[in-house]
């Protein structure tokens, strides 16, 4: 009997990488997500792009689901390491608000991924979440399957330094990491990306030459004028009450931010209030965000009633002029 | 039935396993002391957890409360009943506000006088009813450090309560809690359990529990483990290593454990074991196997929270993650180690010890200045050369990639480093060991130099946080200045050190540009409450522990040996006998004022007086002897002697004579036994019971 369910097991065709996210495409679409693209700017997580930071403020239900490149330029190992990369790839869902069964959501989630959670040890380890940065801090788990962290899983309760009501769920999967325990493989380059063409045939030189780039060649002292470019762009949108594009210029100071940081050029003492500075931005884009979403009546509200968690939504706080 | 049993789970999500046993306790406590509060008795009997689950279970709770009879108090009987004996108009108001027939009111007596009121039965509340009311509020009342929201009604808790079970003798008590309503079904294992399990009560939920492939009971889960560690162990051809402080953490990190084993690349036995080990438990969470002569085997044991792992799959995947986990140890160990260590030195500068304290290079400066100035004390005069190495190199691991990913082995990977450099062991262990103790149950450094080192990188740590500011109050102490002052003084009690505090401070601060006496008297003091913490810790009693810091605890190691010498004579009848009397002298001489005078034996009149005199001048030698080799029980033992002799004189002498040549004389005679005692302690702060 048990050989049996081995070999069925052998048999069935473990998923490449992008079938891999096609499965969480499948999955979440049924459980009602809107499927977003991935943003088009460099951050360090998913969490960072507006459909989570900005999303997650305020009363609005909402549930999205979307790939995301990461960038941790000091992660980089010029192709040399077999786990750690300059550049990964996260499948983010945010779930607002928290559904009571969302543990067992994200357990479907692995079955439908083809993992058998009777033959492979799934625990949830403590794990609280936090990004100086964003001001932003939730509490959760990384989620451990045979001893490798394939998840992080985080109620959220802070964003832009506000108190979240309701709580949402971020459920993020690093993708290589399941792909090489579904694979069986030791290195995230001998992934199958798709048939006949491998993680390594399309990533490997973009490590190398971003390794050289975040350790060697970037040029400091563009990034620095760069960063108070970016830094003052942002305040004076801000002032104009162009959030969004303000945010994103908070997020080119976050991503600069960790450039120099690979380059060394910046010293323990330095890093704590460029980290304020960014979290100053990313707590006033918050703000003014929220203003405007309740200025406009919350309008994600009316239309999903019955999602309505049944109480009233703690009233907003007001900000500006 | 006269008497119930109350059976509580909360069921949540995983709890983190260092609360689960305080959430476990506290909530068992936290409702008897509201079924107290509400004069019901109650006993807890069980106390279980899991990370999904905290469960309490009480007996011997009443079926419901005693009644009460309350008396209420109306006015004054004069000013309830008119002259010819009606009710006033006070009396009927009172009898109607309060709802009892006129007739019903009686005269009662108070201090004050006499007043009408009468007595009411309030009814007793049944248990249930209560337990309804309280078991919410006695949730909510648990403290933690970290908690959530999760839900709309914004209750907290350190992770969603998803189900809750509460029954008293198998009935349900109905009560809500976080939007989940109390009831009989718990819940299994999350894959090999049901999720739905009807249960009676204690016994029964700990039954259906373990059919569903949950062992509630801690105690039968650490077991478990342990059992199959040390099977698994064997199996592998060796030993367990043991590790109290993981097992317990595994303990609560599974509802049905099993110990699963695997084995590494033996080219990886080319890392240092403490590395190997560090990688294993912290990253990974598994146990170290020796084999013989406490050498590593290429092996390790994980807990899973299965029944077995029978397809090998469960092995080869955490046989992978250890791979890459041992690989990366394996390139930090090769390329740390292309650098020379002292090397790393200059980086030091951009490594923030404190804002105001500046960089851990400065750090090290400091403790530079201060090693030469110290040495001597700390009995390392001969190696000052050695331990000025030992100090450069000691934070350069700071900087270290192997450093950077394993926080927990500073100093640790210093010293290696040192090591396969070629530094003399002095040197190299001195670094290894400057951490140590790293709790007050572990080991103190044990070479000279690491005991050194550990000790004045703690004093420039306390002397340089409390110079600016950052003294310990209450729970907020982020520096943990009071552990590192711990630290200090077990570094002090265990290597035997004879040092002087005040030294210690001063030298230390100087090192700063502080020399603030009023910054000597913080660190003093806080050093003073460190060392009466540690002794209080220790078991010492009280008494002994004030008799002794009373006359001065600047050299620590010498208090603590006047305390055990105390300790040790608290059971003496004559030690104890002598302790009263001293208390006698004390008073006198402190009624008397100062005398100086040295006593004249030509004074002495009685025989009493002679005789204490001749046994003080022939006991003053030998118990300096005593107390010079730190002896102190010995002194007080010799001192305990006197006893006789002691209450002899106070039979037959009158201390306070009218004669005032006579009277000063023997306040000298007194004066000089008060300072022979003072030597040691103020034995008058002896708490004396009975019999003396």
């Not at chain 1, 801090?137 to 330094?161: K, M, N, P, R």
């Not at chain 2, 294992?189 to 569903?212: C, M, P, T």
């Not at chain 2, 598994?286 to 807990?303: D, I, K, N, Q, T």
């Amino acid at each position: 009997m048990e050989t049996d369910q081995g070999n069925a097991e052998l048999k069935t065709k473990a998923k490449n990488f992008q079938e891999i996210i096609l499965s969480l495409q499948h999955f979440w679409n049924r459980e009602g997500c809107v499927l977003q693209q991935p943003y088009d700017h460099e951050v360090g997580a998913g969490t960072m792009a507006p459909e989570t930071f900005l999303r997650v403020l305020g009363p609005e239900p909402y549930r999205v689901a979307y790939v995301m490149p990461s960038r941790r330029p000091t992660d980089g190992r010029y192709g040399g390491n077999p786990n750690r990369v300059q550049k990964h790839y996260q499948y983010q869902v945010i779930l607002k608000p928290s559904p009571a069964d969302v543990q067992d959501l994200y357990l479907k989630s692995l079955k439908s991924l083809g993992i058998d959670l009777h033959r492979h040890d799934l625990r949830f380890e403590e794990d609280n979440w936090e990004s100086p940065t964003l001001g932003a801090w939730g509490i959760g788990w990384q989620v451990l399957l045979d001893g490798l962290e394939i998840t992080q899983f985080t109620y959220f309760q802070q964003a832009g330094g506000m108190d979240l009501n309701p709580v949402s769920a971020e459920i993020t999967y690093g993708l290589e990491r399941i792909g090489t325990f579904i694979a069986r493989v030791d290195s995230i380059y001998d992934l199958v990306w798709t048939q006949g063409v491998t993680y390594r045939d399309l990533r490997f030189q973009e490590e190398v030459e971003f390794s050289r780039y975040n350790f060697e060649a970037a040029d400091v002292t563009m990034l620095f004028k760069l960063f108070a470019l970016y830094e003052e762009e942002c305040k004076r949108l801000l002032d104009l009450q162009l959030v969004l594009p303000a945010y994103d210029y908070c997020l080119k100071c976050s991503h600069t931010f960790n450039l120099l940081d690979s380059r060394g050029a910046i010293s323990v003492t330095e890093r704590v209030g460029i980290i304020a500075r960014v979290r100053q931005l990313a707590c006033e884009v918050a703000r003014q965000h929220l203003a405007s979403r309740e200025a406009q009546g919350f309008p994600m509200l009316g239309s999903s009633a019955d999602n309505a968690t049944g109480t009233e939504p703690e009233s907003p706080r007001r900000v500006g002029p | 039935m006269t008497s119930s049993e109350l059976t509580v789970e909360l069921g949540t999500e995983e709890i983190p396993a260092g609360l689960l046993e305080t959430a476990a306790t506290d909530l068992a406590r936290s409702i008897a002391e509201a079924l107290s509060r509400e004069r019901l008795s109650s006993r807890v009997t069980h106390v279980w957890y899991t990370p999904r689950r905290i469960i309490a279970v009480l007996t011997d709770i009443p079926a419901r409360q005693e009644d009460l009879f309350e008396t209420i108090l109306g006015p004054p009987r004069r000013a309830a009943y008119d002259d010819e004996g009606a009710p006033t108009r006070a009396a009927l108001a009172f009898a109607e506000k309060n709802r009892v027939a006129l007739d019903a009111l009686e005269t009662i007596r108070q201090p004050k006088g006499e007043y009408v009121g009468f007595v009411r039965r309030v009814r007793g509340e049944p248990a249930r009813a209560i337990l309804q009311r309280i078991i919410p509020s006695a949730v909510s009342s648990l403290q933690f450090p970290k908690t959530m929201f999760w839900s709309p009604d914004r209750f907290r808790f350190p992770r969603p309560i998803r189900w809750v079970v509460a029954l008293l003798d198998g009935k349900v008590v109905p009560f809500g809690l976080a939007e989940v309503s109390a009831g009989r079904f718990s819940s299994g294992h999350r894959f090999l359990g049901k999720r739905r399990i009807r249960v009676d009560g204690a016994e029964s939920l700990k039954e259906r529990l373990r059919e569903n492939a949950v062992l509630a009971d801690p105690d039968e889960r650490r077991e478990r483990i342990r059992l199959q560690l040390k099977r698994e162990a064997s199996a592998l051809g060796g030993q367990l290593l043991p590790d109290d402080d993981l097992l317990e953490t595994v303990t609560n990190l599974n509802e049905w454990p099993s110990v699963i084993g695997g084995a590494f690349d033996t080219r990886f036995l080319a890392l240092p074991h403490e590395i190997l080990v560090t990688v294993m438990r912290e990253h990974q969470k598994y146990f170290s196997v020796e084999g013989e002569e406490g050498r590593l085997l290429p092996a390790f044991l994980a807990v899973i929270n299965l029944q077995d792992d029978s397809s090998g799959a469960i092995r080869a995947g955490h046989e992978r993650v250890l791979r890459a986990r041992l690989a990366d140890a394996e390139f930090f160990w090769s390329t740390d180690r292309q650098t020379k260590i002292l090397d790393l030195q200059d980086r030091l500068r951009s490594v923030l010890f404190q804002e105001k304290l500046g960089s851990y290079h400065d750090k090290t400066a400091r403790m530079l200045a201060l090693a030469p100035r110290l040495a001597d004390m700390l009995g390392c005069g001969q190696h000052t050369a050695e331990l000025e190495t030992a100090i450069r190199l000691s934070k350069c691991d700071l900087v270290t990639e192997m450093v950077k990913e394993f926080t927990d082995l500073q100093g640790i990977v210093g010293g290696l480093y040192a090591r396969e450099e070629g530094y003399p062991e002095e040197v190299w262990r001195a670094v290894y060991e400057q951490y140590q103790p790293r709790s007050m149950q572990a080991d103190s450094p044990s070479s000279l130099l690491g005991g050194a080192l550990a000790l004045i990188d703690r004093l420039d740590s306390v002397c340089g946080c409390i110079s600016v500011g950052l003294i310990p109050t209450g729970s907020r102490d982020p520096f943990a200045v009071r552990r590192q002052g711990n630290g200090i003084l077990k570094i002090i009690f265990d290597r035997r050190l004879s040092v002087s505090l005040d030294k210690l401070c001063r030298w230390s601060l100087e090192a700063f540009g502080d020399v603030s006496g009023d910054t000597v008297a913080e660190i003093r003091r806080f050093l003073e409450g460190r060392l009466r913490f540690l002794l209080e810790d220790a078991g010492y009693p009280y008494d002994c522990i004030n008799a002794a810091v009373s006359i001065g605890c600047d050299d620590p190691l010498d208090t603590l040996e006047r305390v055990r010498a105390l300790q040790a004579m608290r059971d003496h009848a004559d030690f104890l006998a002598l302790a009263s009397s001293f208390k006698r002298v004390v008073n006198i001489l402190s009624q008397a004022g100062k005398v100086r005078d040295e006593p004249q034996r030509a004074l002495m009149e009685d025989d009493a007086e002679l005789s204490l005199w001749d046994c003080y001048r022939d006991l003053v030698p030998r118990i300096a002897a005593a107390r010079a080799g730190h002896d102190y029980e010995s002194a007080l033992r010799l001192m305990a002697s006197m006893r006789p002799v002691v209450d002899r004189f106070f039979d037959r002498v009158l201390v306070m004579a009218k004669d005032e040549a006579l009277r000063n004389n023997r306040l000298a005679l007194l004066s000089c036994l008060a300072d022979m005692f003072l030597g040691i302690a103020d034995i008058s702060q002896m708490v004396i019971e009975a019999n003396t």
